[in-house]
């Protein structure tokens, strides 16, 4: 389930650590939005991997929540 583009929770740590450090900003903010993406994505694999199938019901339900979560547009 995991995309070879998502980022790994340390890679993205790292980037949010050397950001900070070097007052880079715009690396500490993208570290950090993939920090929350990457724990995110874990979240939810862990989660599904112990669940029912969902129906097509819950999935539409689940997508919308997150297309309109964190002021994504």
Do not use: C, F, W
Not at 30 to 38: H, P, Q, V
Not at 48 to 54: C, G, H, I
């Amino acid at each position: 389930m995991s995309s070879s583009n998502s980022p790994t929770q340390a890679k993205a740590l790292s980037d949010v650590m050397v950001g900070v450090r070097t007052g880079d900003t715009q690396r500490e903010a993208k570290g950090r939005r993939d920090l929350a993406e990457a724990k995110i994505a874990a979240y939810i694999e862990r989660n599904l991997a112990v669940a029912p199938p969902l129906t097509n019901q819950q999935i539409h339900r689940l997508t919308a929540l997150l297309r309109t979560s964190g002021g994504a547009k």
